[in-house]
């Protein structure tokens, strides 16, 4: 069992940066690849960023591609997202998400693969 906490979001200006972070309980946070989604007004939730387990391999949605980046520290049990050059369509809830994987290198972007989910973190990007 993994219980996740996102914090971090908030109101930013286009073009500003925030920073995401997700904590997990437990001992076993190595174990989970982890994942970032987001979910705007009206829309459904979408993939915006992976990480595998050791954290070295990480991919990311095109629309954030260069913008946004994935990261985690398995000491600390958190993943992150730096999130710079902030859009007004960047805004929305934003989820972290961990899969149980046996692999360490394997980077997860489909919802149905996660086990568990965070309560999501606010973020509004005002133009």
């Known amino acids: 069992q993994v219980q996740l906490v996102e914090s971090g979001g908030g109101l930013v200006q286009a073009g500003g940066s925030l920073r995401l972070s997700c904590a997990a309980s437990g001992r076993t946070f190595s174990s989970y690849a982890m994942g970032w989604f987001r979910q705007g007004p009206g829309l459904e939730r979408e993939f915006v960023a992976a990480?595998?387990?050791?954290?070295?391999?990480?991919y990311h949605a095109d629309s954030v591609k260069g913008r946004f980046t994935i990261s985690r520290d398995n000491a600390k049990n958190t993943v992150y997202l730096q999130m710079n050059s902030l859009k007004p369509e960047d805004t929305g809830d934003y989820y972290c998400a961990a899969a149980g994987t046996p692999s360490t290198i394997v980077v997860i972007t489909s919802k149905q693969e996660y086990d568990y989910w965070g309560q999501g973190t606010q973020v509004t990007v005002s133009s």
């Open positions: 990480i595998s387990r050791s954290g070295g391999r990480t």
